[in-house]
């Protein structure tokens, strides 16, 4: 299949073809069809499949085409008028779409502009008074803008909730409700997602009518070709051991995921201790810090990024060899969706945890969302936990558990040996 198999007309295919795309993913190839049909669209696709061209392609598409009906009949038209609009949950992701939007349709003559907080709006509200077409925001700077005037969404036609699963998690989903409310009622609206849990069919089913549903990746697999490996190790234990992978494997790239902003300034700190160079990336960071670190990371200057999962979404960077799990998330989608950060669009990865005892919990359920068992590395130096805590748990994974020695192997001299109690598994 491709692209103009699909009906993708001659200015998009010629951006297409400029940056080397021949061939749609799965998910343009089932959903660019629907959209140019003007069907309203469920999507639930793995992140990197290409979730962001398989929206904006048929959406460039509806406004040149009628743009150009305009001009035939009526000449020139006047100042241009938000007809599209895509909400995401942060500036980076807002970002990247806004690129995807201007590279796909730099033959069409269709503007876009990107808006979200942390930033001046100076900038933002004189690119809007002049006139755009496709409008990608973050909620809270596009509710704080049309609130002051600069922006009406009355005469939108297409509207897209981009990473609603994520919109969920950061607590947007009263603004949602409120954008939802000023789009004009006759709209084509898409829905894209990572995951598909409860909460988000639901706000689903409130914002969409009668909706053809495309999922490419079922929401509790994860990519195909991204190897996954835990690491059991005490919580003192994980910056020793993160060092001594970056020392030792052929790490070219890594994004390490920290649950806190305050966990991912103090894992930089150290690894700029051990020589290793890395920056973090989280909201406590202007957005002009965040760019420079992404950008620093993208173009290898950076070797190691630390993120949180608020500010890690969006962050696309091509050949990441791996994901490091410092942290285990609470939310089982939530793991999904960081080792979705490698083995993008068909490349290999290698997703690595660590899971000190407090976290067992959040492993268990990461493995019956994903429906198997992740590869534990049982042999390390850094598996350091406390007997007396190991003692007080039967059930602690073999990976944990010191090996016994043998009640005669005391030089002499030396203290007897505790033995190990009774009933006692040993690995």
Do not use: W
């Not at 951006?15 to 140019?36: D, F, H």
């Not at 069409?108 to 008074?129: C, D, H, P, R």
């Not at 803008?145 to 909730?161: A, N, R, T």
């Amino acid at each position: 299949m491709t692209f103009q198999q699909l009906g993708v007309i001659n200015p998009i295919l010629r951006a297409l073809s400029a940056e080397g795309y021949t061939n749609p993913t799965p998910i343009q190839e089932q959903s660019i069809p629907i959209l140019l049909r003007g069907k309203d669209l469920l999507g639930c696709a793995q992140t990197g499949t290409g979730k962001t061209a398989a929206f904006a392609i048929p959406i460039l598409q509806h406004l040149y085409l009628k743009q150009q009906n305009r001009q035939n009949q009526q000449g020139k038209h006047g100042k241009r008028k938000i007809k599209a609009l895509v909400v995401t949950p942060t500036r980076e992701l807002a970002i990247q779409i806004g690129e995807s939007f201007t590279v796909y349709g730099k033959h069409t003559g269709i503007k876009n502009t990107v808006i979200f907080g942390g930033v001046k709006q100076g900038a933002q509200t004189k690119i809007l008074e002049r006139g755009i077409d496709v409008l990608v925001a973050t909620p809270g700077r596009l509710l704080d803008l049309i609130g002051q005037g600069f922006i009406s969404l009355k005469d939108v036609e297409y509207s897209v909730l981009d990473e609603a699963d994520r919109m969920l998690d950061m607590g947007f989903i009263h603004d949602i409700r409120k954008l939802i409310a000023l789009l004009p009622a006759k709209r084509q609206s898409l829905f894209f997602s990572a995951t598909m849990p409860p909460d988000i069919v639901a706000l689903s089913r409130k914002i969409l009518g009668n909706p053809e549903k495309v999922s490419v990746t079922p929401d509790q697999t994860t990519a195909e070709k991204v190897e996954q490996a835990i690491y059991f190790v005490s919580k003192p234990g994980k910056t020793k051991l993160l060092i001594h992978l970056l020392n030792t494997l052929p790490m070219e790239s890594v994004l390490v995921f920290s649950r806190t902003k305050h966990g991912a300034n103090k894992i930089v700190k150290l690894l700029d201790r051990a020589g290793i160079s890395a920056e973090a990336i989280h909201s406590n960071k202007s957005q002009t810090a965040r760019q420079r670190a992404l950008g620093n990371f993208k173009n290898g200057e950076t070797k190691v990024l630390v993120a949180t999962d608020i500010a890690a979404r969006g962050i696309d960077v091509e050949d990441l060899s791996h994901v490091v799990n410092y942290d285990l998330p609470n939310i089982s989608e939530t793991y999904v969706h960081r080792i979705g950060r490698t083995g993008r669009a068909g490349a290999s990865g290698i997703a690595l945890s660590f899971c000190d005892i407090e976290e067992k919990a959040y492993l268990r359920d990461i493995e019956k969302l994903i429906k198997q068992k992740i590869s534990v590395v049982s042999e390390h130096p850094f598996v350091n936990y406390k007997p007396e805590v190991a003692a007080k748990d039967a059930a602690v994974p073999y990976g944990l558990r010191k090996k016994s020695r043998p009640a005669n192997s005391g030089g002499g001299g030396s203290r007897p040996k505790r033995r190990r109690p009774s009933g006692r598994r040993t690995p």
